[in-house]
């Protein structure tokens, strides 16, 4: 996938230098620590946010990536047990089912006038973070990567793209376009989008059949578009359903034409996580979009059914 320059992004034209930032990360993990140490590379001061053990590790040796988009390099970052300074952004990293735990490490005033950026799944999370944050500070984004923490600061980026979706409604553009031009400089393809609606349920309608059925049937999106190719159909159908019925984007044909376009031994992150016998988000992916359908009115019967198998088998 071509790199998106700063001009091809829904923020506009921006110059070549983005200012330095201060930007802490809330989860150090696969997609945390790719956005940290590429962050720290370009020349921004990161703060990474995690247990004591894992910011001992992060100190002393910094994170290590490992991707053929990127190159292998290791990045030199700060790292604590809490935020304790104001920041220009505090990015979200953690899992749905780890978040209110880890929250406990950015008191509601720390962040001081700085951006609070959840790179959380689902679309249930920003109400939930604004009564505990300045509402007019917090900043949805979704991310499209795939990326996995295999040692604490050791990361494998593995998927040949890394895109982010900025939004926030009440946010101050400026503050949104700088974050954006920040990341575009510093490798992922990052734009600003003016609905935050339209960013969540974007995410949600890529997001929610690829993990689901990857996840129920423990295999990559290569044998999911061809042995499962009516089900797969079907809850992309159902999804994008939803997604207009609350205002977000709706289109099937083009969902699908991206799960044709991944690689075929690409897997959900949910489907690690269930590898690895971790709690899964399913909840946050599944459940807030059978709530959604039936706040709306909106049949989705194969989506309840891969939920409910789901839940069905321990997860």
């Known amino acids: 996938m071509a790199h998106e320059t700063a001009s091809d992004t829904a923020s506009g034209t921006v110059s070549d230098t983005a200012p330095d930032l201060t930007v802490a990360v809330l989860g150090p993990g696969g997609t945390g620590g790719l956005l940290a140490a590429l962050l720290a ?15 001992d590790t992060l100190r002393t040796a910094g994170i290590q990536v490992r991707s053929a988009r990127y190159g292998d390099f290791t990045a030199r970052v700060e790292a604590d047990t809490a935020l304790r300074e104001p920041v220009d952004a505090c990015v979200v990293a953690v899992k749905h089912t780890s978040l209110d735990a880890a929250l406990d490490r950015v008191p509601p005033a720390t962040p001081g ?3 609070l950026v959840p790179l959380l799944n689902g679309v249930d999370h920003p109400a939930a973070l604004r009564a505990r944050y300045r509402p007019d500070r917090v900043a949805p984004a979704v991310i499209r990567v795939e990326s996995t923490r295999v040692a604490p600061g050791v990361i494998e980026h593995t998927s040949p793209f890394a895109e982010v979706d900025l939004a926030g409604d009440g946010v101050p553009r400026e503050r949104l376009d700088a974050l954006a031009q920040a990341l575009t400089a510093a490798g992922p393809a990052a734009r600003v989008l003016a609905d935050e609606t339209t960013a969540l349920w974007a995410k949600m309608s890529f997001l929610a059949p690829f993990a689901l059925l990857t996840t129920r049937y423990g295999l990559p999106v290569g044998d999911i578009r061809t042995r499962h190719r009516e089900e797969l159909t079907a809850l992309v159908e159902e999804t994008a359903a939803i997604s207009a019925a609350c205002g977000g984007p709706a289109d099937p044909a083009q969902a699908l034409a991206r799960y044709d376009a991944f690689p075929p031994a690409m897997k959900s992150s949910m489907q690690r996580d269930a590898e690895a016998d971790r709690p899964l988000e399913l909840d946050a992916i599944g459940g807030s979009l059978l709530r959604a359908a039936e706040r709306h009115g909106v049949p989705a019967p194969v989506t309840a059914r891969v939920v409910a198998e ?4 321990g997860h």
């Open 310 to 313: 789901l839940r069905n088998t």
């Open 41 to 55: 590379r370009a020349g921004h001061r990161v703060i990474c946010l995690a247990g004591a053990e894992t910011a």
């Open 113 to 115: 006038d700085g951006l």
